[in-house]
């Protein structure tokens, strides 16, 4: 099988003028895609509901590839394509009230064919297929729209079949969370799916890829439109600090002390914390202590023993265990 790159638009290059506009739109109709775009059933009415945030996961690169262009199938300019079978992914970036977003920089990640990431921690490192990409990332024009040419990812142990995605926007919280196959078996025991409490946004992020009308190869198409959340990037921020030494901020090591300070909330909310340790999600918990203040802040303090030792994000949830207004998520190690 013949593979070549065929085009990009994407940050690293900068390749965003209107002739690989056009370059876009055709390769859209030469796939067979260009009616992805207005034929899937429900597309608006799920536009309307916000994509959920969800677990970034341990397996983001550390070291991105040299190539991180949108076509994950063929690395550079190599002959050989990534075993598996070939998936399209595309659709839009949206505002909340359904706008498209110029200039969102989409990441996408996943595994291979064989369940592995490019990634040192993932299993499989070592003997997985080096002709995958694994990583790729595309910007919006004023369309909104992203498209990805991949494949379908490989299983690992105690997930269904998912690709992670990234979305950056000047001035907003960066989004990230997860796109699921329908129909796939564990989809409906994977922890990470099942933990998103709202049913629509659930469903929201469960995609169906459909075969691609006259395409030679065994390709699936997906739409998958992206719905950012209301709350700007300033209204709730979340911070902690090594009151040990706030040099080491944040890194602690276990016996140091911390504060964590809230700001921007209403007055008089409760405050819950949403907890990620070493990637695996631990729900919401809360809500914590006093409300917060006049002002919308909040502070709480104490130290790290030894059983905190890990990898951790936090994020504040405002209000309401399930609210959707949270700040954007920290990170900190405890060692
Ligand atoms: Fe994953």
Known sequence: MAATKAWCRCPTNGMTNRTDRRK?????????????????????????????EQTEGPYYPITLPLDTDNDLLVINSNITPAIGKIAYLSG??????????????VEIWHADNTGAYIHPSSMGYATRDQNFQGF???????????????????????RTR???????????????????????????????????????????VIVPFTAVTGSSVNAGAGVFDVVLGVTPASAVTLAITNTTAAE??????????WRLSLAGASAGSRIYLHLWRDGADLGVSGPYGDFADDNGGWTVT????????????????????????VSGPISITIA
């Open 248 to 257: 080491r901020t944040p890194a602690f090591r276990a016996g140091d002390s």
């Open 92 to 105: 839009r970036i949206l505002d909340s009230s359904g706008s498209p977003i110029r200039d969102a920089h």
């Open 162 to 204: 998912h690709i992670h995605m990234k979305i950056k926007v000047a001035g907003r919280q960066d989004l990230t969370t997860q796109v699921y196959f329908e129909g796939e078996p564990m989809n409906s025991s994977d922890g990470v799916l099942q933990g998103i409490r709202n049913t629509q946004q659930r469903s929201s």
């Open 24 to 52: 876009f739109l055709a390769q859209l109709g030469a796939a067979g895609l260009a009616s992805a775009f207005t034929t899937v059933p429900g597309a608006f009415a799920q536009a309307l509901v916000t994509t959920p």
């Open 302 to 325: 104490g130290s790290f023993g030894s059983r905190d030792v890990g990898t951790w994000r936090l994020q504040a949830v405002i209000g309401a265990a399930t609210s959707e207004t």
């Open 136 to 158: 790729g990332r595309f910007l919006t024009s004023s369309t909104g729209e992203y498209l990805f040419r991949t494949i379908v990812p490989g299983l690992y142990t105690g």
